[in-house]
């Protein structure tokens, strides 16, 4: 497998389950990501702007391949309604190599929107 083509998964975070469910449905849409995994109810506690913030998100997980990396972290950055979004390669060491080869089909041929 080439290294281009070895499955990643980006981790990111969301306001609310709609706003994950619209930049997801837009990557799936746009063949960069073969699936993406959305799990509401996450409290996350950070400091911003010198201030503690607690606020409730969502995580989303996206599947796809290292070569569309910064593709995708480019364009849900600029689909995403945060300033600053978590987005975080995560690599994938193995798997079942029916789902990996599904990655790679669903994301052979991404397109612009």
């Known amino acids: 497998m080439q290294e281009n083509d070895k499955p990643i998964l980006i981790y990111t975070t969301f306001p609310s389950p709609e706003a994950a469910e619209r930049v997801g449905g837009e990557l799936v849409d746009a063949g960069l990501v073969a699936c993406v995994n959305i799990i509401p109810g996450m409290t996350a506690i950070y400091i911003w702007e010198g201030q503690r913030q607690r606020d409730s998100e969502c995580v989303m997980l996206m599947k796809t391949r290292a070569g569309?990396?910064?593709?995708?972290?480019?364009?849900?950055?600029?689909?995403?309604?945060?300033?600053?979004?978590?987005?975080?390669?995560?690599?994938v060491s193995g798997g079942s190599d029916d789902f990996l080869r599904w990655i790679e089909a669903q994301t052979a041929a991404p397109h612009a929107e």
């Open 68 to 91: 569309l990396a910064d593709t995708v972290i480019a364009r849900a950055r600029s689909l995403h309604p945060y300033t600053n979004p978590a987005l975080i390669v995560l690599p």
